[in-house]
């Protein structure tokens, strides 16, 4: 491996990664990702898969403003695709490039495992949800029920 | 109003609404811990008359129990309270005309300790009994229809139907004497008894009524819940509810470690980390590189953190996956064993004092904490002893050749596969984010790199554990998928399938399959630098097979994503069926509200109130 700081060498990609001049004063999307890769590279080495807290946070945190699923693992994929060709392009050592993939791929299965796992947890919500709603429809079935023989009653009672 | 009290472990909580349709609350209860005296009392008759006659007999069953509670046996003692109460009523309906024929319901029990209750009724408020999850029904209402059934001249099928099925046989002030019916509870530990007035059960499902009362939640959650499910049922009628629960039984030392110890051990965790520190652990050459507080948050927390769950879950899971993380990663780069052996070791000291530290302060939560901490810590030993068995596999030679061998086999059924199924994925993508127009990232393929992948994937597979067969798998597919530079998902689609089979929705079905991606790629990754190839070749061969790695992550987290869309769909059409039904209770509860106001006019008042017909719809 060459004496480049691989963090700053990448850093200097973030705009041309991101394409930040298309989106003006606004986080560009896959943001959260840049910075994933940022961090690993930081480390270096293999960290323990999914405890990476601020990728965790940042992808929740869009998925809870609305971003769906797709929307996010797409953002992923082009910073992936966009990262590996700027980098066959700046880092003219292989090792140092081959570190960068490492440590992209980590990232890019990172994203995955978290929007997973937010969308079963959406389903496991969604399940419970249905029972709670079925369980009311229950009640209210026995209140129609109810109802009906009252006012049937009633009319009878009260016709002249 | 919610009166909320404990007495002897016995907790108890009554609730009481004035409902939704009526101006006064003619209910009262009386729930008295002192006493262990619990009243559940629905009055009636015009004129603001209920209100009178339940308030009245419920000072009059105060008194008279504070009175004779200690000379009376219990049985006798509500029996004659009750009747003393009818007699007050009575009385107090004969010496004002406005209040001829006022009459009230009664529920009561005495709760004489904590293994018995005496329960006593007249009218149709009820008494509900909990015990193991299942609702038995202690009383049974005095009504003409239920006298009838009772008798054989109405079937229940009949009674349901019966126009006068709410008209009372027997209350509390229209005779100065009443037949009382008395029942004798067995209470067990953890039991529930529920009195209520009909404007509970006649506006809820005994389903409903079940599910709250065995859902373990607080008496005094139980019973304010109960009366917003009357509310929410359309509340026509004054609702009351008293929740008695008789003491849980002691938890078992299992329950002990899972709540109390669980918190302790939560509780001191900055001491653990602090003695990992002491002890060398930001030290040790697994975190070398790593900041000192990142070091512990990584390795020391994340085993605190495990160890609370297992607690928790008195299971081992989270403590083998972080054993099973920290030593496969530090293997991986060909980690020594005698640093792993360290780390455990000042991991093992901290657990221990921070045990022991327990302990002091509660000798018996200690021990039991010991011997749940120390099964979690050999659950962790366990795992690496699985790891290290698996490294010395790898040594075998002869696997690689086995392996080689075997794959020829699969690569040749995949290629038949593929040529079958041709480009349908691009034109009709079944992963909704698999984009048709990503760029080919591949840098083509020539003969050399394809070589050098599947060498890499060779070495790759021997040293997968021979177990992990889903990890070969994904091995296999990363090498097809690299190999097919022509942009086509197909592929990666089709590998995805065959990777994702069927599991169900939920993290223990989706978490192995990105467990064995992750390890995948930190098998390739590491393989690939020992390939016999120059630097610029390996680096050509990771981009290949990581562009592979990502495009099946990406094809298999969409099969997670298709599999978990149902969900959402049939809960919006459940829903809009609810919201519909909840229009047409709203509609019939105006229409119902007209013929009530109608039906008023046409009530006689010149006559008794049993003979007027009822307004207890």
């Known amino acids: ?160 | 109003m919610t009166q909320t009290a404990s007495q002897h472990g016995i907790r108890v909580a009554g609730d009481t609404n004035v409902g939704k349709v009526r101006e006064t609350n003619e209910d009262s209860m009386i729930v008295d811990p002192v006493r262990g005296l619990y009243v559940v009392l629905d009055g009636m008759g015009g004129a603001n008359a209920g209100d009178v006659a339940s308030q009245t007999a419920r000072d009059a069953i105060r008194e008279y129990v504070m009175q004779y509670r200690t000379t009376t046996d219990p049985r006798t003692l509500i029996e004659a309270a009750i009747q003393h109460a009818s007699a007050t009523v009575f009385n107090a309906a004969q010496q004002a005309r406005e209040r001829h024929g006022m009459g009230t319901t009664v529920v009561g029990c005495i709760v004489v300790d904590e293994k018995r209750a005496v329960v006593a009724h007249v009218g149709d408020s009820r008494a509900y009994l909990l015990r193991n999850g299942r609702v038995q029904m202690l009383t049974r209402d005095h009504t003409i229809v239920e006298e009838l059934v009772d008798k054989g001249l109405l079937s229940a099928e009949e009674a349901e139907r019966h126009p006068y099925k709410n008209v009372l046989s027997r209350n509390l002030g229209a005779k100065p004497e009443t037949r009382v019916d008395v029942t004798d509870v067995e209470l067990r530990p953890g039991d529930r008894l529920m009195l209520c007035s009909d404007g509970l059960y006649g506006y809820a499902s005994a389903e409903a009524i079940q599910y709250l009362l065995g859902s373990g939640d607080a008496p005094e959650h139980v019973a304010r819940d109960l009366i917003d499910l009357a509310l929410r049922g359309g509340g026509g009628d004054n609702v009351t509810t008293i929740v008695i629960e008789a003491p849980q039984p002691p938890p078992s030392s299992t329950e002990v470690v899972r709540t109390t110890g669980a918190m302790q051990w939560w509780q001191r965790r900055s001491r653990f980390l602090q003695i990992a520190k002491d002890r060398g652990l930001t030290k040790n050459p697994i975190v070398r590189g790593l900041d000192p507080e990142e070091a512990l948050e990584l390795i020391a927390s994340s085993l605190c953190q495990a160890v609370f769950h297992d607690l928790e879950k008195s299971t081992g899971v989270n403590v083998w996956t972080f054993a099973q993380n920290i030593a496969g990663g530090w293997f991986e780069r060909s980690g020594e064993w005698a640093p792993l052996r360290a780390l455990m070791d000042i991991l093992a000291t901290a657990a221990r004092a921070v045990v022991d530290d327990i302990g002091v302060a509660d000798p018996k939560l200690g021990f039991l904490l010991s011997i749940a901490v120390s099964r979690a810590l050999v659950v962790g030993e366990l795992a690496i002893g699985g790891l290290l068995a698996e490294r010395l596999n790898r040594v075998d030679a002869n696997l690689i050749k086995v392996h080689a061998a075997m794959q020829e086999t699969v690569d040749t059924a995949q290629e038949t596969a593929l040529e079958d199924t041709g480009d349908r994925f691009i034109d009709n993508p079944t992963v909704p984010f698999l984009r048709p127009d990503r760029p080919v990232t591949s840098p083509g393929v020539s003969a050399e790199l394809i070589k050098a992948i599947e060498q890499t994937i060779t070495i790759a597979r021997s040293r997968t554990s021979q177990r992990a067969e889903l990890v070969k798998q994904i091995l296999s597919s990363l090498e097809t998928i690299a190999i097919d530079a022509t942009g086509n998902f197909a592929s990666a689609v089709l590998a995805a399938r065959e990777i994702y089979g069927v599991r169900p929705v939920d993290d223990t079905g989706i978490m192995p399959l990105f467990d064995a991606l992750d390890q995948a790629r930190i098998i390739t990754a590491a393989s690939v630098h020992q390939i016999t190839a120059p630097d610029a070749m390996r680096a050509k061969v990771l981009r290949a097979l990581s562009s592979a790695h990502q495009r099946l992550v990406g094809a298999t987290t969409g099969l997670v994503l298709e599999a978990v869309a149902p969900y959402s769909e049939r809960l919006r059409e459940v829903q809009a069926k609810t919201s519909e039904m909840r229009d047409q209770v709203a509609k019939f509860e105006r229409k119902r509200a007209d013929l009530e106001r109608k039906y008023a006019t046409t009530i006689d008042h010149s006559q008794p109130w049993e003979k007027r017909g009822t307004t207890e719809w």
């Open chain 1, 1 to 160: 491996m060459s004496d480049v700081d691989l963090v700053e060498a990448v850093k200097v990609l973030r705009d041309e990664v991101l394409d930040t001049v298309e989106h003006g004063d606004r986080e560009p999307p896959g943001a959260e990702v840049f910075d994933a890769i940022l961090s690993a590279l930081q480390i270096g080495g293999e960290s323990i898969p999914g405890l990476d807290l601020n990728l965790h946070d940042a992808v929740a945190r869009r998925l809870a403003w609305g971003d769906s699923e797709e929307s996010v693992l797409a953002d992923a994929e082009s910073v992936f695709d966009r990262l590996i060709i700027a980098s066959e392009r700046s880092l003219p050592d292989p090792p140092d490039r081959m570190v960068v993939v490492e440590a992209a791929t980590q990232v890019a299965v990172t994203v995955a495992r978290v929007v997973s796992l937010a969308a079963v947890a959406r389903a496991t919500r969604d399940r419970a949800a249905r029972l709670r709603e079925e369980m009311a429809q229950k009640q209210l079935e026995a209140v129609l029920e109810k109802q009906r023989s009252s006012i049937v009653r009633m009319e009878l009672e009260t016709e002249p």
